[in-house]
């Protein structure tokens, strides 16, 4: 390449005072991040691919799937949940991830997320193709103790049971019970979770509690530690061979005794009775992959599940 001319230079210069209007978007140091991603103008989305109402399998899936993809990207990323059109990922408050940055980690998780939706569409929607562009927006919250992140994930949990709640019931009035959907959100207005629970179950046979639970309690990716394995037990016995078996030798008159670096470097013969390396050892081997990506499904609000899953608080 050419070297710039003294011009170009002076240009450059010139022209560099613009980078001090770039605002510093670092987030507070010591806290959760905790970065949502949501699908934008979904309703009319899943609308135009005629969705399954309230839940399509195939497009939860595909968010699961989508999801599962960033957290490989982003290794700091400890846990997602995501229900409906949303996902919520969160890193360590250790995290030194592009500096903090909040454009950075909100651009690429949305366009690596995205990538993914679009590129696994073809799996989950075969023979329909993606005409209208998927696009979702993102944004970052940082949260500076263990309660406020875990009571944000109570609180997108809580999201998805009322809603889920609600749309079973009004769908079921509408398609079972020949309501219009005037007349189902009239149905419903001022009901609590016990009246809902009671409609689907008293004139629909519903017992909602047996409904997915994927439906009912969304989706929990969690970056969990491998169970320690009993060494003994679980990793295979591996010969290793010693040193040579350190025979005395006799110096001869005049000469020096070998020394230890001479010896020869091949290992005792099979038959040899020394007790020393030859013998069958037990070896640790590093585990091929440390921690894995569970999927869960399962009740996050409860301290329980803290308790289950301790790596996931370790900061
Ligand atoms: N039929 C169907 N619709 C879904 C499903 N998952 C999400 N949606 C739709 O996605 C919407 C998500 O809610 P919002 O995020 O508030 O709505 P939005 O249209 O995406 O609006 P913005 O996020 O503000 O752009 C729901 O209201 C549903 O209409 C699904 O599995 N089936
Ligand atoms: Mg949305």
Redesign the pocket.
């Known amino acids: 390449m050419k070297e710039p001319s003294k011009e170009q230079w002076k240009m450059a210069q010139k022209f560099s005072y613009v980078r001090r209007f770039e605002t510093n978007d670092t987030l507070l140091p010591q806290c959760w991040i905790v970065l949502r991603i ?9 609308d135009q691919y005629q ?6 399998i195939r ?2 899936n595909l968010m699961n799937d989508s999801a599962r993809a960033l957290m490989e990207y982003f290794p700091d990323i400890v846990m997602a949940y995501g229900q ?3 996902y919520s990922f969160a890193f360590r408050p250790s995290t030194q991830l592009y500096k903090r940055r909040t454009s950075k980690l909100v651009s690429l998780g949305v366009s690596c997320f995205t990538a993914h939706f679009v590129m696994g569409w073809p799996r989950y929607f075969p023979g329909v193709p993606l005409t209208v562009v998927p696009t979702f ?1 993102g944004r970052t919250v940082c949260y500076p103790n263990q309660k406020a992140f875990k009571d944000y994930f109570a609180w997108r949990q809580a999201d998805c049971h009322i809603n889920n709640l609600y749309n079973t019931c009004f769908w079921t009035l509408v398609r079972r019970g020949g309501l219009s959907n005037l007349d189902a959100t009239e149905r419903l207005k001022g009901t609590d979770a016990a009246q809902k629970n009671e409609i689907l179950f008293t004139q629909f046979s519903i017992n909602y509690a047996k409904e997915p639970a994927q439906f009912r309690k969304g989706t929990t990716l969690a970056r969990l530690a491998h169970p320690a394995p009993a060494v003994a037990e679980q990793l295979p016995v591996v010969p290793i061979p010693g040193p040579p078996p350190a025979a005395p030798v006799e110096p001869a008159a005049g000469s020096q005794a070998p020394s230890s670096a001479a010896a020869p470097a091949t290992a005792a013969p099979a038959s040899t009775t020394s007790t020393q390396g030859t013998e069958e050892t037990i070896v640790e081997r590093p585990l091929p992959h440390p921690e894995r990506i569970a999927t869960l499904f399962c009740d996050i609000i409860p301290e329980s599940f803290w308790e289950e899953h301790p790596e996931l608080l370790a900061e």
């Open positions: 949501d699908g934008h103008h979904f309703t009319q989305f899943c969705f399954e109402k309230p839940n399509d497009c939860l409906s059109d949303e927006d």
